[in-house]
């Protein structure tokens, strides 16, 4: 078919279709003949459009085939309007629609394939039919068009965390309901955690008496150095007749519902209620903050027995074929001071710990096998071993993912850059609380889940699909997920479904544009941040002579001008952006766009230059400890001129020191003469993000022979909000050597230890 990637506002992007002139009305009493097994779905679809339309329906069966398609062709006075045919010859998910002036064809092989035919005419309809006002609009139409379609990947998926804050059976109903809006099918519920057990497990009453129930929670990110509680008590749990209605309402609408107990670690909540099945006498409380924690279920044949009663009724509960275990994020030490552990170790002549984990997922794995079910585990599994045929989640990287198909297992491609979105969405500075990262719209579109390096169709056909995540400790509300998950999942539901060679960025942004009208109809909250301005630069020269080149842009930018200021003032009343400005010395650049139709404003950015001779000198980092996942070249982000100091989101541009110090050796090139060094840092966050307190100055001649210059620990330093600075007699000197370090000692939430804290810097500076 001729594909017109202009003319048709549907998201995910359907595999084939042909734009036709015209349109089809839709008029009182339309006469709709379906094939009998299709009957109860045209039913629920009719239904709904009934409702919002106010127009009537007459539907009658017939057990004609797709083969026949009723003679319409044949016959032009025929009294149908809407024709639904069986084709079994389609593959389970896939639907042929047909629209003209005169009728409606929809062939499918099943149920479902109706219903997503049925998702896609919704979409095609105007917006005002997503109102139940029947006031509203006299007609409904759709363009006439011929589509075939069907999914690229089996698995198309989003994880919800009610295990961190609990959500009611209302929200989790209209999640469902935003999920079939996209033709997703799982919805995997993340159930149990140490902050909460959320599923009534009938032979453990405990669990829904005290283990779903927090005395507070922290108030603040998990990494801040001072974090307060706001008093209140948090919990729910879901019945098993509840659960039991979430599954129906979720299979009317071909979605499974996956159930995750995670296991052996975050179970705090669990071991409130039961200690007797950890590793220690000690009783956990169910936690209020946020993190890793040590509570891990002991590996003795009594814990697989209780875990057995558990998923009997965990597998009655859900009749999907997988149950996930979770199995990430064990922390071992309450395994290390077991005698239980350490007499099965001796048993199987295992030499470390990773083997008692593999051996715990494979005896759950077994229990859910003998109730005819799958186990879905988190790629950390893989260290223990084979993981017994588990399907892996790969939420670490891509590569890991990659590793998992070729060791033989199938693989669902979750990972944290690309899938996770609890994370910012942007890099402007009116982004809620999020844990860290930045995930953008285009970046999420842009992901491809099948790596080049699978080459054969067998390893690539063990890619089951993809699935975004709502990880949800800093979700304040049911708004705030929706706002976390829109559109970030509508561009993840067109990775899912479309093919890899029909993504067009372009295209999909004209597209969504629509959708987005839809959601404001709806009444879905979702977030504006593909609008942020993005403030990019291009720098030239060296020293106090750097300029930066700056142009302004959004991801999502048809209809949008740019503001801006470069005085620290508000962009509301700036300068409308036309063509690459440049900036130097100490500013700082204000941005937003603005919606040329309504005037709207959206997000703020801000780009800081700052003045310094060292920008563009060259450092060497090679004896410090240097984090180089998010910023691999801190040696130039350092010396740069740009300041992140008021925008932390720029991870990338960050130089981390894990261990706490910097030492850094600078050839300035110009021998440059100077008496105060300045330190950029980041406090906005407080996440021991802490300054440093103990800085030494060297001088050389030749870089190689060092004499020191000054010393300075906590009190000879002067400290502000974002940056400090050490003093000493002026020199002159064409090498330096700067010895930094933050000797604080912090309680690292992550790892449950006492550790020194990271040292975070933005800029060397000297004037």
């Keep these: 078919m001729n594909s017109n990637v202009n003319s048709l506002a549907v998201i995910p992007k359907p595999y084939e279709f042909k734009c036709l002139k015209g349109h089809f009305v839709f008029k009182p009493n339309i006469k709709i003949c379906c094939t009998p097994c299709f009957l109860g779905e045209l039913k629920r679809g009719v239904h709904w459009l009934q409702l919002r339309t106010g127009i009537t329906f007459k539907i009658e069966s017939s057990g004609?085939?797709?083969?026949?398609?009723?003679?319409?062709?044949?016959?032009?006075?025929?009294?149908?309007?809407?024709y639904v045919t069986k084709d079994i010859n389609l593959s389970t998910e896939e639907y042929y629609l047909q629209i003209n002036e005169d009728y409606i064809s929809i062939i499918a092989s099943t149920t479902t394939g109706v219903f997503y035919a049925l998702q896609t005419?919704?979409?095609?309809?105007?917006?005002?039919?997503?109102?139940?006002?029947?006031?509203?609009?006299?007609?409904?139409?759709?363009?006439?068009?011929?589509?075939?379609?069907?999914?690229?990947?089996?698995?198309?998926?989003?994880?919800?965390?009610?295990a961190r804050n609990f959500m009611s059976m209302s929200f989790i109903k209209r999640f469902l309901d935003i999920l079939a809006l996209h033709k997703m099918n799982r919805l995997h519920l993340h159930l149990t955690d140490d902050q909460g057990w959320r599923i009534e497990i009938k032979s453990l009453p405990k669990l829904t008496e005290s283990s779903c129930w927090r005395k507070q929670t922290t108030v603040g990110h998990a990494l801040d150095s001072h974090l307060g509680s706001d008093g209140v008590i948090h919990g729910g749990f879901y019945t098993q007749h509840e659960i039991q209605e979430l599954v129906e309402y979720a299979e009317k609408r071909h979605i499974t519902i996956v159930p995750e107990i995670d296991l052996p670690g975050h179970m705090a909540a669990f071991l409130h209620a039961y200690p007797e099945y950890?590793?220690?006498s000690a009783i956990p409380e169910v936690e209020e903050s946020f993190g890793i924690f040590e509570y891990l279920l002991c590996p003795s044949e009594k814990t697989f027995s209780i875990?057995?009663?558990?998923?009997?009724?965990?597998?009655?509960?859900?009749?999907?074929?997988?149950?996930?275990?979770?199995g990430d994020e064990v922390v071992k030490k309450q395994w290390e001071q077991s005698s239980i552990v350490s007499k099965l170790m001796q048993e199987n002549d295992w030499y470390n710990y990773e083997h008692v984990h593999g051996y715990f997922i494979t005896r759950v794995s077994k229990i859910l096998n003998s109730y005819g079910k799958k186990a879905i585990g988190w790629d950390d599994i893989l260290q223990g071993g084979n993981a017994y045929g588990t399907t892996i989640m790969c939420w670490q990287s891509t590569e890991v993912g990659r590793k998992a198909v070729l060791s033989g297992h199938d693989v669902i491609m979750t990972p944290s850059a690309f899938t996770y979105f609890d994370f910012y969405q942007s890099f402007s500075v009116d982004e809620p609380l999020a844990i860290h990262g930045c995930t953008s719209l285009s970046k999420v579109?842009?992901?491809e889940p099948v790596p080049k390096s699978l080459s054969s169709a067998h390893d690539a056909g063990k890619i089951l699909g993809v699935q975004g995540q709502l990880w949800?400790?800093?979700?304040?509300?049911?708004?705030?997920?929706?706002?976390?998950?829109?559109?970030?999942?509508?561009a993840l539901a067109e990775v899912a479904w479309s093919s890899r060679a029909g993504k067009d960025w372009y295209d999909f942004s004209k597209r969504l544009t629509f959708l987005l009208k839809r959601f404001d109809v709806i009444g879905l909250e979702y977030s504006h941040s593909a609008f942020a301005t993005t403030i990019s630069s291009q720098s030239y020269g060296e020293g106090l002579s750097r300029k930066h080149h700056i142009t302004l842009q959004s991801e999502l930018s048809e209809g949008l001008d740019w503001y801006y200021t470069t005085d620290g003032s508000s962009p509301v009343n700036g300068k409308k952006f036309t063509s690459t400005f440049f900036v130097s010395g100490n500013t700082l650049v204000r941005a937003h766009a603005r919606c040329i139709s309504s005037g709207r404003c959206y997000s703020e950015s801000i780009f800081q230059s700052i003045k310094s001779k060292l920008i563009g000198a060259k450092v060497s980092l090679n004896n410090s400890v240097v984090n180089r996942e998010w910023n691999s070249e801190p040696e130039s982000t350092l010396v740069n001129g740009i300041s992140r100091t008021n925008n932390v989101f720029h991870a990338d541009e960050w130089a981390e020191f894990p261990e706490g110090e910097m030492i850094a050796e600078i050839d300035t090139s110009n021998v440059p003469t100077f008496k105060c060094i300045t330190l950029g840092y980041t406090a906005n966050l407080n996440r021991h993000f802490l300054p440093p307190n103990y800085i030494e100055v060297w001088s050389s001649e030749d870089g190689v022979r060092w004499d020191k210059i000054v010393a300075a620990s906590d009190g000879d330093l002067t400290i502000s909000s974002n940056q400090v600075s050490v003093?000493?007699?002026?020199?002159?000197?064409?090498?330096?050597?700067?010895?930094?370090?933050?000797?604080?000692i912090i309680f690292d939430r992550q790892s449950m230890t006492h550790k020194k804290s990271a040292l975070f810097l933005d800029q060397i500076a000297i004037l």
């Design 64 to 82: 004609a085939t797709a083969t026949d398609e009723f003679d319409r062709k044949s016959d032009p006075s025929s009294k149908y309007s809407i």
């Design 121 to 162: 005419l919704r979409q095609l309809l105007p917006n005002y039919v997503e109102t139940k006002d029947l006031n509203c609009c006299d007609v409904y139409f759709v363009p006439a068009l011929e589509i075939r379609d069907l999914p690229r990947f089996s698995w198309r998926g989003m994880h919800l965390d009610v």
């Design 278 to 280: 950890g590793c220690t």
């Design 307 to 326: 875990l057995n009663k558990i998923f009997a009724e965990i597998a009655a509960l859900f009749p999907g074929d997988y149950i996930h275990i979770g």
């Design 445 to 447: 579109y842009h992901y």
């Design 472 to 490: 949800s400790e800093y979700f304040h509300s049911q708004s705030h997920v929706e706002y976390m998950a829109l559109p970030r999942l509508t």
């Design 727 to 744: 003093s000493f007699p002026e020199i002159t000197s064409r090498y330096l050597k700067l010895v930094v370090t933050n000797r604080r």
